[in-house]
């Protein structure tokens, strides 16, 4: 979920910032979750929303998609707040901090709520802050017309307080505009960005000039070492190291950098992950205690992970390979055993109200990298079968282990995924069919069985297409038709023959594509 809790249970993470620095060579990759509503209609809704506030406010128009891009792959969240309460798809910031959306509604005259939920008023927003930094940095109307005089103002527009991290940001937003972007937006619209060759003045965040180097990990040496503030972590510990938590930033790599060098955010990671890259950063040192796990924080090590949880375009595969690499690194150190009850997920962690990573993350593909137990076996959790049992009060095995899984991860509370399905279990059971308006009857049959599995971002997938977008959908298919659809992640004939079955019995359109209107009818349990 895009909202995370309060200090002592651990927050967000401000979502303000970029991926990538200027010499990174991975391509942007499009967004997968739906966006706010756009105001104006029209499958280029956004594109013209983009357009039309460029112009108004004289902020090149690709500059703009690339920051809004760099802050959330142009997902507005439903118009949800991040815990850094920012809105929208360029982050419109609320919070004692930090009021870009305060400043927003003065320049535009826009009211708060509209700037908050609606995405072309959002990117109006954003345009006239950065236009608004731009005269405050005396940037004159040919100075305005290029993008490369821009650098100053973009490195003030991602909030960070000291000189690397605004950088770090900028040079994100820099290396979008010279890659070029593609993204999916509401509709079924794609927004682009093509590339172009970037000289960014860099002015005072030049190196020599005022623009730091982080330091080398003390800990993992691949890493570099930037700490959190003193008062979002604890010296010392009270209890050994035993587990590696698993977190999803809901923000990004810059942005949560900064976030846990704010002394008012309480909340910190040990490390962070890159998502283009796999680049880590170390923050918290691994003999202190980081506030980012509740009940886990005094024998855990965080790792959080660029992101969003119902957005897959975040994980990479550089991303999974490199986190892999340092939860290797630190099982061996320190003696925790490579396994999914010693790696997990901050949705695993008792006492925990959170549902990162979700059900976009492949820890089967994790603890392979891993070399540990992966969720094909072991101590791991199996959620590929060939066939879906009915599961109700008292029964028990894999598949209810499975069930309760789903169901944390979707932030329905079964307990502990012990394979026994006991009263807490019904109830989450009964809470998750009446949200998906399915009959809140407690029993695990096909409907509830083909909602459970398919449930995550709607991502389009067609023949050719691979991962764990992917892999979900072959599990709800199994379920949906009763019939095994392997699970292993390669969209081929077979998967797309099954999903034309699929569609034509449920009076879709078979054209054996998984658009919008077909994950909708999975996770209606139909």
Not at 191 to 203: D, F, K, N, S
Not at 303 to 310: D, L, M, N, T
Not at 440 to 458: I, N, Q
Request: aromatic content about 8%.
């Amino acid at each position: 979920m895009y909202r995370r809790s309060t200090p002592g249970r651990r927050t967000a993470l401000s979502a303000l910032a970029g991926l990538v620095t200027a010499a990174l060579v991975a391509t942007a990759q499009p967004a997968g979750a739906a966006p706010a509503p756009v105001g104006p209609a029209g499958r280029d809704a956004m594109s013209r929303a983009f357009a039309r506030a460029a112009a108004e406010f004289d902020v090149p128009r690709d500059l703009l998609v690339a920051v809004g891009y760099g802050e959330t792959h142009l997902d507005g969240h439903r118009g949800e707040p991040s815990q850094a309460n920012g809105y929208g798809v360029m982050h419109l910031v609320s919070n004692p901090t930090r009021r870009t959306l305060e400043k927003a509604a003065e320049l535009t005259g826009e009211p708060a709520a509209e700037l908050r939920e609606d995405t072309a008023a959002n990117i109006r927003g954003g345009a006239a802050v950065l236009r608004s930094y731009a005269d405050g940095l005396g940037l004159d109307a040919s100075e305005r017309r290029g993008v490369d005089e821009w650098y100053p103002v973009v490195a003030r527009y991602g909030g960070a307080a000291d000189t690397a991290t605004a950088r770090l940001y900028a040079d994100a937003v820099y290396t979008f505009l010279a890659q070029g972007i593609t993204a999916n937006a509401a509709g079924g619209e794609r927004v682009t960005v093509r590339p172009r060759a970037v000289a960014p003045e860099r002015g005072r965040y030049a190196a020599g000039a005022g623009g730091q180097r982080a330091a080398l990990s003390p800990d993992y040496p691949p890493a570099a070492w930037v700490p959190a503030n003193a008062a979002n972590y604890a010296v010392g510990r009270s209890a050994s190291i035993s587990t590696v938590v698993v977190h999803v930033t809901q923000g990004s790599y810059a942005g949560t950098i900064s976030w846990f060098q704010n002394p008012s955010s309480q909340v910190s990671s040990h490390y962070v992950v890159r998502s283009s890259d796999g680049a880590i950063t170390q923050m918290v040192r691994d003999s202190n205690t980081a506030y980012h796990a509740r009940s886990a924080n005094a024998s855990s090590l965080g790792i959080e992970h660029e992101g969003f949880v119902a957005d897959p375009s975040w994980f990479t595969d550089a991303m999974y390979r490199s986190s892999a690499a340092l939860t290797k690194y630190l099982c061996e150190r320190y003696g925790i055993p490579k396994d999914r009850a010693h790696i997990v997920g901050h949705v695993e962690v008792p006492g925990n109200d959170h549902t990162d990573p979700g059900p976009n993350w492949n820890w089967n593909y994790y603890m392979q990298l891993v070399g540990g137990s992966s969720g094909g076996g072991g101590g791991g959790v199996q959620l590929s079968f060939p066939s879906y049992n009915t599961l109700r009060s008292g029964s028990t095995g894999a598949q209810v282990t499975a069930a309760q899984t789903l169901l944390n991860q979707q932030g329905y509370d079964a307990g502990t995924a012990d394979g026994v399905f006991g009263t807490r279990t019904a109830n989450a059971v009964a809470s998750f069919q009446s949200a998906r308006g399915l009959s809140s009857d407690g029993v695990v049959g096909a409907r509830t069985w083909t909602a459970l599995l398919s449930a995550g971002s709607a991502t389009v997938v067609r023949e050719g297409s691979t991962g764990a977008a992917v892999e979900r959908l072959q599990r709800a298919l199994t379920a949906a038709l009763g019939r095994t659809v392997s699970a292993d992640g390669q969209f081929g004939s077979g998967t797309a023959q099954a999903v034309r079955d699929y569609q034509s019995s449920r009076g879709l359109t078979a054209d054996g594509i998984v658009g919008a209107a077909t994950w909708s009818a999975l996770q209606a349990g139909r």
